[in-house]
């Protein structure tokens, strides 16, 4: 149990392109759900968490106007990434929990964009 | 400085060996511990976790251990395989953080023949 989908999992653009990524829990709801971007041989840093149906919070430094999260239900979360450009490119996972802090995340399996 | 250390960075081992890993951590109060395998190119998967009253965790070759007074952990990996080649992460849930975690540097695991 417990699965998080992430769709795509790989997606190559050109600069200047919007690119939504979608995040969803198969078998539980997820009241919370966090975005991450990893960029190679560093740890997962986090982006912002988002709550069902209400605004995400973003991690200072981390712009809302250019990762925009959408959570409009609780199994399915969107990030999109707007108007990329070649600096976006890296790794990005999504996690989901139930909500609480003894609750688990269970995290996807990233999507790799990559910004020509 | 982050708040929870890993080492050693990199480590090469040869199949069917033993290996430990460490994890130093200043974050507190703590909620829970969990160490993760994240293979290459996909997302974190957990091995173990332990709240701060658990000294160890066992899950299959994997052995986790806490000592919640020097705020040190370490993963024990028995008979290694080459499918254990992964990043090993140690991630920290801060009490009281909305489920915030804190993520260790990793451990670059590497199992040779």
């Known amino acids: 149990g417990a699965v998080v989908s992430q769709h795509p999992s790989w997606v190559i653009c050109k600069s200047g392109t919007s690119v939504k990524i979608e995040c969803r829990s198969l078998?539980?709801?997820?009241?919370?759900m966090f975005w991450y971007r990893q960029f190679p041989k560093q740890s997962l840093m986090l982006m912002a968490t988002?709550?069902?149906?209400?605004?995400?919070?973003?991690e200072q430094g981390v712009e809302k106007d250019k990762f925009l999260i959408n959570h409009a239900s609780l199994t399915l979360s969107t990030l999109t990434v707007t108007s990329a450009h070649p600096e976006d490119s890296s790794f990005y996972i999504c996690?989901?929990?139930?909500?609480?802090?003894?609750?688990?995340?269970?995290f996807g399996d990233g999507t790799r964009l990559s910004i020509l | 400085k982050n708040q929870v250390e890993q080492s050693p960075q990199s480590l090469i081992i040869l199949e069917g060996k033993n290996c430990t890993l460490q994890c130093n951590y200043t974050v507190s109060p703590f909620s829970n511990l969990r160490w993760y395998k994240q293979d290459t190119g996909r997302g974190p998967v957990s091995l173990t976790i332990?709240?701060?009253?658990?000294n160890t965790k066992s899950n299959g070759r994997y052995t986790a251990t806490l000592d919640a007074d020097t705020k040190q952990s370490s993963l024990h990996i028995t008979a290694s395989q080459l499918s254990d080649s992964a990043s090993y992460i140690c991630?920290?849930?801060?009490?009281?953080?909305?489920?915030?975690?804190?993520f260790g540097t990793g451990t670059q695991l590497k199992v040779e023949l």
């Open positions: 078998d539980f709801q997820a009241t919370t």
């Open positions: 991630v920290v849930t801060l009490t009281g953080g909305g489920n915030k975690l804190t």
């Open positions: 996690s989901a929990s139930r909500g609480t802090s003894n609750q688990p995340q269970h």
């Open positions: 988002s709550n069902e149906g209400s605004k995400a919070t973003y």
């Open positions: 332990m709240t701060f009253s658990e």
